[in-house]
């Protein structure tokens, strides 16, 4: 048997970090937990120049299960990047929260963190379905780390309702292929599905259930009530952590399965994403409105930027490979700059709420006059988010445009275009009040030099990105099977 | 015996197992009605690989995953019940409420 | 070891009847050399270790679901002990260092659970 181990680097160094960071906790002294931090950060790092090392190669192992390539790669850094971010924000977290276990925490993390390394890499039904799975069972676990607060467990118990009926639907569809094709890997079901012309009925209802699976993941319309739940309850840096980084794992399972696998039925599920995008913003925008709390603010504002997201779906072809290139592209360069807005809209929230204890948004009332940093890197971020130049976000939500555009999607555009007017509503509603509404509380609000270095990097990296845009659309023109 | 029989059998389970996630209120026959629909899945699998290839057992093979991550799927959320559990003295999943809109 | 059809039943009976013997052996010696007490409580039906006193509708106490949590994940995490056995052959020490990195992993979760005092009974 031939184990290319040059190729599973990342993810056997990754395993062995999280093991390690799981054993030495059990074993150190109440008032020492605190190494945790340092140890998963290092060994991040570690992973992190591993997969670096592996940019550019074409690596194939595990009888085609396991592949190496420059989607691969690239997804593998955002995920590790995010990781590294979301780390910084929870050492500040924890510090506070002394009902949070340091270890079980980052373990958690890890674990979650080495499924997403894996779901990049994965191109067959079987690997994909147990990356999914890597990464969901930590994150119903630290959804409800904080084990004495009810609130924390509900959220919880609902996004673990919500995940594993997803899952059994995704597999029941899974098996329907396997059934259908006689193969899981990818490949092999995309030449199985060739030329078929007698499985209609059969493939519309298998691809109705995978995408109740992803669909799932990435928090689309009839599958994302769990969302405002669950970020609401959980600690506000599993927030972030299950927005950006298993959000985009959704999407690169999302992508693998119906472009390498599916691209053959693309007439098919091509109407499904145009509508399930469209449903998903314009709830995600419209509710969002209503919202008295930023962490639910933040929630329902993902879920819009996950329908803007899952709209390029809705032009792809089966046979014109330029389009599909090109979709892809715009989604990974929409996901890149997401990372680091949606990590630092979250990261903000931490900083403000861990020193007030407060989560309104009227409590935001004259930030600017408290803390002018925070103010204005939170004002970025909002600005980024809604699509408002000078910030990368503007640039994100054009390449999409572009992409609806070119493949004959106006109707499409139009819509999201619309629903980018509405959104700015409750974005700009936010930084009002920041800046122009007082409070009677003027206390600056002090933060830890990690989750400062967090919130810094962020807000460098979106408005640089904001004024070069070349600099993601290098990576995500990389980041592309075909 | 043959396939369309096991196939009616399998989708059968798997609506039984989806109307009690979807109309069972109590958190642990949830629980059980979930894997209910793993267990068709895994039905599904085997008779699909039986009827497809005589030697070649990928779907066998799906099927053992299946199990493995179907038992720690219900690790975890046993576990989180019983946190419920222990917090609010209750397992019916109508008086988790506390989080809304 | 008999050769053909029937030498291997004939493998087979030997086996069982060693199999026999020695349940029946320690049973019989065990009934020779213990001591007997009997007492009221001792003289109760077996039932995994409740009482079999009241209705049956009474609570159990919520330690036995942590127990039952760790035996339902490392039994059915077995499942690819099987497949394993029968390639095993084949395979070779491949298959044998990957399956013992495997058993260590799960070794590590049972390794947590003693370290945080699931495995007590209080």
């Known amino acids: 048997m031939d184990v290319n181990f040059e190729a599973l680097l990342p993810e056997l160094l990754l395993t062995l970090v999280a093991c390690g960071v799981m054993t030495i906790d059990l074993f150190l002294p109440k008032e020492k937990r605190g190494l945790a931090f340092p140890l998963a950060f290092i060994g991040v790092l570690a992973t992190l120049a591993a997969v670096l090392n592996l940019y550019?190669?074409?690596?194939?192992?595990?009888?085609?299960?396991?592949?190496?390539?420059?989607?691969?790669?690239?997804?593998?850094?955002?995920?590790?990047?995010?990781?590294?971010?979301?780390?910084?924000?929870?050492?500040?977290?924890?510090?506070?929260?002394?009902?949070?276990?340091?270890?079980?925490?980052?373990?958690?993390?890890?674990?979650?963190?080495?499924?997403?390394?894996?779901?990049?890499?994965?191109?067959?039904?079987?690997?994909?379905?147990?990356?999914?799975?890597?990464?969901?069972?930590?994150?119903?676990?630290?959804?409800?780390?904080?084990?004495?607060?009810?609130?924390?467990?509900?959220?919880?118990?609902?996004?673990?309702?919500?995940?594993?009926?997803?899952?059994?639907?995704?597999?029941?569809?899974?098996?329907?292929?396997?059934?259908?094709?006689?193969?899981?890997?990818?490949?092999?079901?995309?030449?199985?599905?060739?030329?078929?012309?007698?499985?209609?009925?059969?493939?519309?209802?298998?691809?109705?259930?995978?995408?109740?699976?992803?669909?799932?993941?990435?928090?689309?319309?009839?599958?994302?009530?769990?969302?405002?739940?669950?970020?609401?309850?959980?600690?506000?840096?599993?927030?972030?952590?299950?927005?950006?980084?298993?959000?985009?794992?959704?999407?690169?399972?999302?992508?693998?399965?119906?472009?390498?696998?599916?691209?053959?039925?693309?007439?098919?599920?091509?109407?499904?994403?145009?509508?399930?995008?469209?449903?998903?913003?314009?709830?995600?925008?419209?509710?969002?409105?209503?919202?008295?709390?930023?962490?639910?603010?933040?929630?329902?504002?993902?879920?819009?930027?996950?329908?803007?997201?899952?709209?390029?779906?809705?032009?792809?072809?089966?046979?014109?490979?330029?389009?599909?290139?090109?979709?892809?592209?715009?989604?990974?360069?929409?996901?890149?700059?997401?990372?680091?807005?949606?990590?630092?809209?979250?990261?903000?929230?931490?900083?403000?709420?861990?020193?007030?204890?407060?989560?309104?948004i009227e409590d935001y009332a004259g930030l600017f006059g408290r803390s002018p940093a925070l103010a204005v890197a939170m004002a970025a971020f909002l600005f980024s988010l809604a699509g408002i130049p000078p910030f990368a976000g503007w640039w994100a939500k054009f390449v999409i445009f572009k992409t609806l555009i070119e493949g004959d999607g106006l109707v499409l555009a139009v819509i999201m275009a619309l629903n980018t007017v509405i959104a700015m509503f409750f974005y700009l509603a936010v930084v009002k009040k920041m800046f122009v509404d007082k409070s009677e509380d003027t206390a600056a609000i002090a933060m830890p030099r990690s989750l400062a270095g967090a919130i810094g990097i962020a807000a460098i990296v979106i408005t640089v990105g904001g004024f070069l845009p070349n600099l993601f659309g290098q990576l995500a023109e990389n980041a592309n099977f075909f | 015996m043959p396939l369309n029989w096991v196939l009616v059998l399998t989708t059968f389970l798997f609506c039984v197992g989806v109307y009690g996630v979807l109309a069972r209120r109590n958190a642990v026959i949830v629980l059980m009605s979930i894997e209910i629909m793993l267990n068709a899945v895994n039905l599904n699998l085997i008779a699909f690989n039986g009827a497809l290839e005589g030697d070649r057992l990928i779907g066998q093979v799906f099927a053992l995953f299946v199990i493995a991550i179907a038992a720690a799927e219900l690790g975890v959320g046993l576990a989180i019940v019983l946190l419920i559990y222990r917090n609010s003295f209750t397992v019916s999943l109508d008086e988790v409420n506390l989080l809304k809109w | 070891m008999p050769d053909g059809y029937f030498g291997s039943y004939l493998t087979l009976a030997i086996y069982s009847l060693a199999m026999i013997g020695l349940v029946g052996g320690t049973l019989g010696l065990n009934r020779l050399v213990s001591p007997k007490v009997p007492g009221k409580e001792k003289m109760t039906t077996y039932e995994s270790g409740v009482d079999p006193i009241g209705s049956g509708q009474s609570q159990t106490t919520i330690r036995y679901y942590m127990f039952a949590l760790l035996f339902v994940i490392f039994d059915v995490e077995a499942v690819f002990l099987f497949p394993w056995a029968v390639v095993f052959e084949e395979i070779g020490v491949f298959a044998f260092v990957e399956m013992m990195i495997f058993v260590a992993i799960l070794a590590l979760g049972l390794l947590y659970a003693w370290r945080k005092k699931v495995l007590d009974w209080i």
């Open chain 1, 56 to 360: 550019g190669q074409n690596l194939t192992t595990l009888d085609g299960m396991f592949v190496v390539d420059r989607f691969a790669v690239i997804f593998k850094i955002i995920f590790c990047v995010a990781a590294l971010l979301v780390f910084a924000v929870s050492q500040a977290y924890l510090n506070d929260d002394k009902d949070v276990p340091h270890g079980e925490y980052y373990t958690m993390m890890l674990f979650s963190l080495l499924g997403m390394l894996t779901i990049a890499s994965s191109r067959d039904l079987i690997a994909i379905f147990v990356a999914l799975e890597m990464i969901s069972l930590p994150a119903f676990i630290l959804a409800g780390i904080r084990k004495y607060d009810i609130r924390s467990n509900e959220a919880a118990l609902k996004f673990f309702l919500f995940g594993v009926l997803s899952t059994a639907l995704m597999l029941f569809g899974m098996s329907l292929f396997y059934g259908l094709t006689g193969a899981t890997n990818l490949a092999d079901i995309s030449a199985g599905l060739a030329g078929r012309t007698d499985i209609d009925e059969v493939a519309l209802l298998a691809i109705l259930f995978l995408i109740v699976g992803f669909g799932f993941k990435v928090s689309a319309f009839p599958f994302q009530w769990w969302v405002p739940d669950t970020y609401e309850g959980a600690p506000i840096p599993v927030a972030a952590f299950l927005s950006v980084a298993s959000k985009t794992a959704g999407f690169v399972g999302l992508f693998q399965v119906m472009f390498l696998g599916l691209g053959e039925l693309a007439d098919m599920w091509r109407p499904m994403f145009a509508v399930i995008g469209i449903v998903t913003m314009t709830f995600g925008n419209l509710v969002a409105i209503q919202q008295k709390q930023i962490v639910r603010l933040l929630a329902y504002s993902s879920i819009a930027q996950a329908g803007y997201m899952l709209v390029p779906l809705g032009v792809a072809s089966a046979t014109d490979g330029a389009l599909n290139t090109q979709i892809i592209f715009s989604v990974v360069a929409y996901l890149l700059v997401y990372a680091f807005m949606e990590t630092g809209a979250f990261a903000a929230a931490t900083a403000f709420g861990r020193k007030t204890g407060k989560y309104l």
